[in-house]
């Protein structure tokens, strides 16, 4: 009878030993997930410019929280198996100096995410280029930099190999098409027309390419001709092939339909990277 009874408690001991360990496991991870979201919510919010900096933070924060809460937990859990804290911290801290002699990148993408954050290099919310990658930066954590590109797809950057960095302060790149019009009021506006329309075409059928609509700017004058047409994109960096290989071929193609002495010199485009003012950051 009385073996019967300890051995209830055994068991008894152990299912609340197992029970401790789900429930702890449980709100971690409940917990960890509250974190996660509440930053998201931060970092998609539309804040202005001047919140950057707090969001990068809070990026970098979360990721070092969930770690601390994982860590606390494994302990807590460990703890209830018999091992005391002290001998789990020091063999953590074994652990830890094994890993930074055995796997010293994982140290430079810690020291690498500090840096990030407070060298005021790049943050949350920023275009950049990073290691061939263009991007609006989501997240800097411990480890790795999380960049949106044009077409939605996450690029997690190990913060080690991040190396060179192409900020866009603006968030795009302006491309500037000039379509020199005929001297004919009545050509140049049915050629303003056609300009206007194949331009909206093209951002209609590749979005991914603009950050914006395409925008007329209106006409510059140029001596005794009718004037140059400006039409502005703003552009993902890198993008602008379509406007190069497609637009422009078909404007100077439907202005020479109006024009036979049109010349694809007529037709020419620039691009240039605006600068904030203001006292905000114009690193190019």
């Given at each position: 009878?009385?073996?019967?009874?300890?051995?209830?408690?055994?068991?008894?001991?152990?299912?609340?030993?197992?029970?401790?360990?789900?429930?702890?496991?449980?709100?971690?991870?409940?917990?960890?997930?509250?974190?996660?979201?509440?930053?998201?919510?931060?970092?998609?919010?539309?804040?202005?410019?001047?919140?950057?900096?707090?969001?990068?933070?809070?990026?970098?924060?979360?990721?070092?929280?969930?770690?601390?809460?994982?860590?606390?937990?494994?302990?807590?859990?460990?703890?209830?198996?018999?091992?005391?804290?002290?001998?789990?911290?020091?063999?953590?801290?074994?652990?830890?100096?094994?890993?930074?002699?055995?796997?010293?990148?994982?140290?430079?993408?810690?020291?690498?995410?500090?840096?990030?954050?407070?060298?005021?290099?790049?943050?949350?919310?920023?275009?950049?280029?990073?290691?061939?990658?263009?991007?609006?930066?989501?997240?800097i954590g411990m480890?790795?930099?999380?960049?949106?590109?044009?077409?939605?797809?996450?690029?997690?950057?190990?913060?080690?190999?991040?190396?060179?960095?192409?900020?866009?302060?603006?968030?795009?790149?302006?491309?500037?098409?000039?379509?020199?019009?005929?001297?004919?009021?009545?050509?140049?506006?049915?050629?303003?027309?056609?300009?206007?329309?194949s331009a909206q075409?093209?951002?209609?059928?590749?979005?991914?390419?603009?950050?914006?609509?395409?925008?007329?700017?209106?006409?510059?004058?140029?001596?005794?001709?009718?004037?140059?047409?400006?039409?502005?994109?703003?552009?993902?960096?890198?993008?602008?092939?379509?406007?190069?290989?497609?637009?422009?071929?078909?404007?100077?193609?439907?202005?020479?339909?109006?024009?036979?002495?049109?010349?694809?010199?007529?037709?020419?485009?620039?691009?240039?990277?605006?600068?904030?003012?203001?006292?905000?950051?114009?690193?190019?």
């Amino acid at each position: 009878m009385i073996e019967r009874m300890e051995s209830w408690l055994v068991g008894a001991g152990m299912l609340v030993h197992i029970l401790f360990i789900v429930l702890v496991l449980a709100a971690v991870h409940l917990g960890v997930r509250q974190i996660r979201r509440a930053s998201r919510r931060m970092s998609d919010s539309p804040l202005g410019h001047r919140m950057a900096k707090t969001r990068t933070i809070v990026s970098l924060a979360t990721s070092i929280i969930v770690f601390a809460l994982y860590f606390t937990c494994f302990g807590l859990i460990v703890k209830e198996f018999g091992l005391s804290l002290k001998t789990y911290l020091a063999s953590a801290s074994i652990l830890g100096l094994a890993i930074g002699f055995g796997s010293q990148g994982l140290v430079q993408d810690v020291v690498t995410g500090v840096t990030l954050v407070f060298s005021d290099l790049i943050d949350v919310g920023e275009m950049v280029e990073i290691s061939g990658q263009t991007g609006i930066v989501r997240s800097i954590g411990m480890r790795f930099t999380t960049l949106e590109t044009s077409m939605g797809a996450l690029v997690y950057i190990p913060n080690r190999s991040i190396a060179n960095v192409v900020n866009y302060p603006r968030g795009y790149v302006r491309a500037l098409l000039d379509v020199m019009l005929p001297l004919d009021p009545a050509l140049a506006d049915r050629a303003e027309q056609l300009v206007v329309a194949s331009a909206q075409r093209l951002h209609e059928q590749v979005p991914g390419v603009f950050v914006t609509p395409p925008s007329v700017e209106g006409h510059l004058p140029v001596g005794d001709t009718s004037g140059i047409l400006r039409v502005k994109f703003r552009i993902w960096p890198g993008r602008g092939g379509p406007i190069e290989t497609a637009l422009k071929p078909e404007i100077v193609a439907s202005l020479k339909k109006l024009d036979d002495q049109y010349a694809d010199w007529m037709v020419t485009i620039n691009y240039e990277a605006e600068k904030k003012t203001g006292g905000s950051k114009t690193r190019r």
